[in-house]
């Protein structure tokens, strides 16, 4: 080790490390989709972007995604699908953040609801980018997550984190604290009230009546309707 040098200098995941070697050089975006028309879809849309310098990566599973990231130092940009064959609903946003900390990750779904932006949102995406919207619009929001300039200026989180029309119901769940949310995210991923309660070390009728509350907030009648918003 030379003098100058220090531990942190093995970390694995610096911010150094996420950083383009040098000002003209590509910006690396990763695109995570398991669906390979999808991919191949964004990919094009974001190589007509003349102006700036991509350098585009792809990965069909969360696995692969995590592996490339690893491999690939400075990565300026990951867009995460957000249901995947190994991740489903948050989960993969959840691991992927937890993993590399440092990771510009957004979103991409064709989900429209404001309650799933808001909970994206709050586990550190960068932005969210819907499916199924045209090429300019989806260029527009992954250059303003680069922090490169924008034809159609989006402007600050309105542009990152598009708004819909059910966003009352998103301020609802958003005041229910971080035990509804760990609780949600159990449910999302196919436990049981007897599973949950296991895991959180709570009572059935405690957990039951948690489940009943993010229902109630999310004007749901259903545990399979919930599921649903985050396909």
């Known amino acids: 080790m030379s003098p100058s040098s220090t531990a942190d200098d093995d970390l694995p995941d610096t911010v150094a490390d996420r950083l383009p070697a040098a000002a003209d050089a590509p910006l690396k975006v990763l695109v995570v989709d398991d669906h390979a028309l999808l991919r191949v879809g964004i990919v ?23 592996e490339v990231y690893r491999n690939e130092a400075d990565i300026a940009l990951v867009l995460l699908d957000l249901n995947m064959p190994d991740s489903k609903g948050l989960q993969g946003l959840k691991q992927f953040v937890e993993t590399f900390p440092l990771a510009k990750v957004a979103v991409i779904s064709g989900t429209q609801d404001e309650f799933v932006i808001g909970h994206v949102r709050a586990l550190g995406a960068v932005g969210y980018v819907t499916k199924g919207q045209d090429a300019r619009a989806m260029s527009d929001i992954v250059l303003a997550l680069l922090g490169k ?3 159609n200026d989006l402007g600050g989180h309105s542009g990152r984190f598009p708004r819909f029309p059910n966003s009352s119901r998103y301020d609802r769940v958003a005041e229910l604290g971080p035990r509804h949310l760990e609780i949600l995210e159990l449910v999302l991923s196919g436990c049981s009230n007897q599973e949950i309660s296991t895991a959180t070390a709570l009572s059935l009728g405690t957990i039951k009546n948690y489940v009943s509350t993010i229902l109630l907030a999310l004007d749901v009648k259903s545990r399979s309707h919930l599921i649903s918003l985050f396909r």
């Open 149 to 151: 300039p924008v034809p």
């Open 44 to 66: 094009t849309s974001l190589r007509a972007i003349e102006h700036v310098q991509l350098q585009l990566l792809e990965a069909g599973n969360l696995s692969d995604a995590l």
